[in-house]
């Protein structure tokens, strides 16, 4: 048995708590949390670390089978740019990739990530989560806005879905949607009827440049002329003259438990018709991929405001410099002056167990659950605010 305490502990009512004590067993499984002013002093061994003990991160939007492209894309160069970057530079090279992903799931367990919503168009990640000690849910992404091969989009999808579904570790999955522009109706009411039959989880890329809102406002072609590059048709969607969401409601299911991700242009009517038509909705936000790819972030503080449920995500090595959830958790520090540690180190770990559907043994420091334990060091503990140099150790 295991007695851990530090400075603060993340307690299982989400709340930052000084001198707390873990009762953790040899298999990691947390077997009580002592609040401070239950502790008998006569306790012995106590190990005591210096600075904030939280239950392992959980990374709700990742491209894992993208690793290989670390360094490779300009950075700020805008959506429309890296897009086409990532399509003209990606290798088919099997062994690069899996060794890439290999490294990727190393940094990401280094950086006290235990647990990932990861997407995947390819089946170059299943091998490796089917030995993984994080746990994984696999978003199989599906996109075409050409109505004529809606069918084949969808069956490429379900082999896949099917193929990760029978691993013996790791076959938590879901058929889900890549962007709101890039699905034909045909094919977003495919994955809707499979969704809702299978009461599935759904991520989607929402609203990451000024662009996508500009495609169904039809003030600004930019989707169209990428589309065009690639030999893509123009979608129905273009120049719908309402928002995104708006645009697409009808065709997806919207009862689901549904992940926005990135967000980095959304506004407060953006977030009104989600709570009116997305009920169990979640919203992802990844700041360094939108730092990198657009130079922008979210209104963090906005998110707050309208009490949305909020999870963090780290987007791939083709859009981030690493795969840290730490660091996105920085990065939303040093640019928002009022979110508290203690709203931080939720997004980070509840939430994202809850939307993955992980919470019965992730997220929290609840008796019986196993979540993994991080150390982050370096932190000001006098104001519980992460600094420049905020490092963390898994326990």
């Known amino acids: 048995m295991r007695r851990i305490s530090a400075n603060f502990i993340f307690s299982p009512e989400n709340k930052i708590v000084k001198n707390g004590i873990l009762l953790v067993e040899k298999n990691g499984k947390i077997q009580d949390f002592i609040f401070p002013e239950m502790i008998d ?18 990374n709700t939007h990742c491209h894992l089978e993208l690793s290989y492209l670390k360094g490779a894309i300009q950075e700020k160069s805008g959506l429309d740019e890296f897009i086409v970057q990532l399509e003209n530079i990606r290798k088919f090279n099997k062994e690069e990739i899996a060794e890439s992903a290999i490294q990727g799931e190393k940094e990401m367990i280094e950086n006290g990530i235990v647990a990932v919503g990861d997407i995947c168009n390819t089946n170059q990640t299943f091998a490796l989560k089917n030995t993984s000690s994080i746990k994984y849910f696999s978003f199989v992404e599906t996109f075409s806005s050409d109505p004529n091969r809606a069918d084949y989009a969808f069956d490429k999808a379900l082999w896949l879905y099917n193929e990760i579904t029978a691993n013996s570790k790791n076959k938590n999955a879901s058929i889900t949607i890549h962007a709101p522009y890039s699905l034909s109706q045909a094919l977003f009411l495919k994955v809707k009827d499979f969704a809702e039959k299978n009461k599935s989880i759904i991520s989607m890329h929402h ?5 996508e809102n500009s495609f169904f ?3 600004n072609d930019n989707i169209n002329e990428r589309h065009k590059k690639f030999g893509v048709e123009t979608s129905v969607f273009y120049n ?11 065709y997806i299911p919207n009862k689901n438990p549904f992940l926005l991700v990135h967000n980095t242009i959304s506004k407060k009517e953006d977030i ?22 657009e130079d922008k972030l979210p209104n963090f503080q906005l998110f707050i405001d309208e009490n949305c449920k909020i999870t963090l995500g780290t987007d791939s090595l083709a859009s981030n410099k690493c795969l840290s959830i730490l660091e996105e958790m920085k990065t939303i520090s040093s640019n928002t002056e009022n979110i508290p540690l203690e709203t931080l180190l939720k997004w980070a770990t509840i939430n994202g ?25 370096n932190v000001d503990l006098l104001e519980l605010k992460l600094k420049e140099d905020s490092d963390i150790k898994v326990l």
């Open 272 to 293: 009104d018709f989600v709570k009116t038509n997305l009920p169990n909705a979640y919203w992802c936000l990844c700041p360094n991929a939108n730092l990198f790819i």
């Open 217 to 219: 406002r039809g003030s």
């Open 353 to 377: 167990a809850e939307f993955l559907k992980f919470d019965k043994n992730l997220g929290s420091f609840e008796k019986g659950k196993s979540p993994g334990i991080n150390l982050i060091e």
């Open 207 to 211: 609203q990451e440049s000024e662009d």
């Open 41 to 58: 002093y006569t306790i012995e061994d106590i190990e005591f670390h210096k600075g904030i003990i939280c239950p392992g991160f959980v």
């Open 240 to 250: 719908t003259g309402l928002s995104p969401l708006e645009s697409i409601i009808e």
